[in-house]
């Protein structure tokens, strides 16, 4: 139904925070720039280490100029070095799911208009189950749960994937683990699907692992993405995630991106409706 040009809508969660998911991201976003993919990636996380600091950008403007007319969704995209774009954070979007459905249908209505424009739409959201990032992660195409082998992460990732499959329907996800090596990677991932298996209704999808490495908080710190000149381990591990990722065939069941987006909040402007 839509067409194969629509873009595809992946969404980049933890349950935990700090376990690397805005790194992950911000690469994923410029690995596929360099390929070719026109790219947008979304800050949907009020985190302090989020992308805008990663990259030293600086929002030029929010949702509410956006919401009273003075400015379009455009004015607020930024252009980065690296060859992609940045919806940057503390725009206000994280506070989409607290707005009017008036307000949200605004901003999503403009959301699907500019992703005409892309290939690939990563989001990175916040940390926790708040409803802001079941939200997005069930209006993706894809769902992306980056965690680590600390125990912690792994109960943080279970709960995501609990309610977001047993409140919000969905059913596929992919795994990466992060800040590990490929034996670790592999017993982590084993652990949770042996959990999702026994309890949940769901299909886990591992993409593998990334090594936890002194370069990524070297390129951290000093605002820069990791490329060809850092560690060859890690660079390649870090290719083989996205592109594994990239290549898995699209996800008919929710594919159309965006349009997920307009339909939910669609449902919600029914919904206020019918309440009122
Ligand atoms: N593969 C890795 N190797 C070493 N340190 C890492 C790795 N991934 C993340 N980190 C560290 O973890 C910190 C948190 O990463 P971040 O992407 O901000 O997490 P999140 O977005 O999940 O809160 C980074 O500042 C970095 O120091
Ligand atoms: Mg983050």
């Known amino acids: ?30 690995h596929a720039a360099r390929q070719g993919q026109r790219v947008l990636l979304i800050d949907a996380d009020l ?3 989020n992308v805008d600091v990663m990259l030293g950008l600086h929002a030029s403007g929010n949702m509410q100029d956006l919401l009273h007319g003075k400015a379009i969704l455009e004015d607020l995209i930024v252009s980065t070095e690296h060859g992609f ?21 605004v901003i999503l209505d403009n959301l699907r208009d500019i992703g005409h424009n892309y290939d690939l739409i990563l989001i990175d959201t916040a940390a926790g189950i708040g409803e802001n990032v079941l ?57 949770l699907l042996s959990v999702t298996d026994r309890y949940l209704d769901v299909y886990l999808d591992y993409l593998g692992n990334i090594p936890r490495h002194t370069a990524v908080r ?24 996205f592109d594994t990722a990239m290549n898995r065939p699209r996800n008919d069941a929710r594919s159309g991106g965006l349009q997920f987006f307009w339909e939910h909040s669609l449902t919600a402007s029914l919904n206020a409706v019918a309440g009122a």
Request: hydrophobic fraction near 40%.
């Open 85 to 105: 774009d940045v919806l940057p954070g503390g725009n206000g979007l994280y506070e989409l799911t607290n707005l009017s459905p008036d307000d949200q249908q």
């Open 218 to 241: 070297q390129a951290i710190q000093n605002q820069r993405l990791i490329d060809a000149s850092d560690d060859g381990r890690l660079v390649a591990q870090m290719q083989h995630v």
């Open 47 to 49: 985190g302090l280490a």
């Open 135 to 191: 939200y997005f992660a069930s209006a993706s195409e894809d769902a992306l749960v980056v965690l680590t082998p600390d125990p912690t992460s792994l109960t943080d990732a279970y709960a995501l994937i609990k309610v977001l499959s047993q409140q919000r329907d969905v059913r596929r996800f992919m795994v990466a683990v992060n800040q590990t090596g490929d034996i670790d990677g592999q017993i982590t991932f084993r652990r």
């Open 1 to 30: 139904m839509m067409a194969a040009s629509s873009p595809r809508v992946m969404s980049v969660s933890s349950g935990k925070g700090g376990v690397g998911k805005t790194f992950v991201t911000v690469n994923m976003a410029a």
